[in-house]
């Protein structure tokens, strides 16, 4: 276990909210509405909070947005240098993403490489007619040049730091720590 003295709670479950509200208002007002548009969140953490987004959506819309999830691992670009290989997870995508406007959703954003095997795996599930991409915390430190399109929040750190969004055992999301 890590010693307390050096976690620092970034956002509790109140700003977790606020920020998702914020998110969800950005997609909506940058899409103009919910028309065509999709969530597809990352496994594990992305996929708890694009099903959060979509929520908030639904009440402030009226109307549910579709979502999914996706599992990245065989797309990772060190994935035959793992070891132990880490299980596949499941993706679930029920629907095309053919001519959908296709908003990925990510826990933290740090180096890029998740961001991009999400992506090359989302083809093989349709031409999206775009790619939006949000997360609720993106610390920095790109290898890629990936930008998000909505931030929960910035959160500076070294490379020797650690950020970690909490759940629940409902998935709920209940903070945000940065271990030092």
């Not at 999830?69 to 993403?97: C, E, M, N, W």
């Not at 999400?118 to 031409?127: C, I, K, Q």
């Amino acid at each position: 276990m890590t010693d307390p003295s050096v976690r620092t709670v970034i956002l509790d479950s109140s700003g977790i909210r606020r920020a998702l509200t914020r998110i969800s208002h950005e997609i909506l007002e940058k899409n103009k509405g919910l028309s065509d548009v999709v969530l597809i969140g990352i496994q594990s953490g992305g996929a708890h909070l694009a099903r959060e987004i979509s929520r908030c959506m639904e009440i402030i819309e009226g109307e549910r947005v579709q979502t999914g999830s996706v599992d990245i691992t065989l797309y990772r670009d060190d994935f035959k240098s793992q070891t132990p290989h880490k299980s596949v997870g499941k993706t679930d995508i029920a629907f095309s993403l053919e001519g959908k406007r296709v908003v990925l959703v990510d826990d933290v954003l740090y180096t890029g490489r998740t961001i991009r095997a999400a992506m090359d795996a989302l083809m093989d599930y349709g031409r999206p007619t775009c790619i939006q991409l949000a997360v609720l915390i993106d610390r920095g430190h790109r290898e890629l040049p990936i930008r998000p399109d909505y931030v929960g929040r910035n959160v500076p750190t070294s490379q020797k730091e650690n950020v970690e969004v909490l759940f629940d055992d409902k998935l709920q999301p209940l903070e945000v720590i940065l271990e030092k």
